[in-house]
């Protein structure tokens, strides 16, 4: 019998779980721009900062961790505060099975609650998973950078996606 899975909270304790899963995508991957894959510890204070305004959700299934997605400030100028950058990122045996939509559906409901208006995702091209990930759960694409990284010998192009949380009104405190 297949255990359920468990979409929580991270704790500082999934930090090298983390750390494992999203090391493969510095290394082997342009998904993400960072060379040198971050330890455990500094997983943890990543995790500890995300937590702080926004929220950092793990996904685990039978005591493995599947998965993480988090969200951060898009940009620190204070006009920015209600728009939010969210990423997923799954053990690669856990790809292809919809747990990316479960989780960053659970992340976009958290940034919601808490009183985010957009969410924010930037795609390194080509990632056909991830640009389809985007268009399912209804984000639009607005625009391409070309050229933006260099990555593994070749410039990266990042396509942005956003997606409307809550009404069109006025944010929760003005
Ligand atoms: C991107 C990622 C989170 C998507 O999660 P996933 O569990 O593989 O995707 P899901 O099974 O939930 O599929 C979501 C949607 O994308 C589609 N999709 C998934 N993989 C696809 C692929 N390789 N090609 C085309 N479409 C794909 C699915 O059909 C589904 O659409 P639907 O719900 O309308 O049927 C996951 O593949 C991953 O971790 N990739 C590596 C890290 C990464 O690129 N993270 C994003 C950084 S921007």
Redesign the pocket.
Known sequence: MTAELTVRDATALDAGGCAAIYAH?VEH?T??FEEVAPDAVEMASRIAAAQDRHAWLVAEQDGALL?YAYGGPFKARAAYRYSCEV????DVT???????????AALLARMESLGMRMAC????LP????E??HL?LGFEPVGTYRRIGWKHAQWRDVAWFQKPLGGDGPPPSG
Do not use: K
Request: aromatic share 10%; proline share 0%; glycine share 20%.
């Open positions: 995508y991957t998904a993400t998965g990423s997923v990122y799954l856990a790809r292809g099975a919809g747990l990316g939509r479960t989780l960053y995702g930037g795609v390194t990632n056909e998973a991830s389809a990930l399912a």
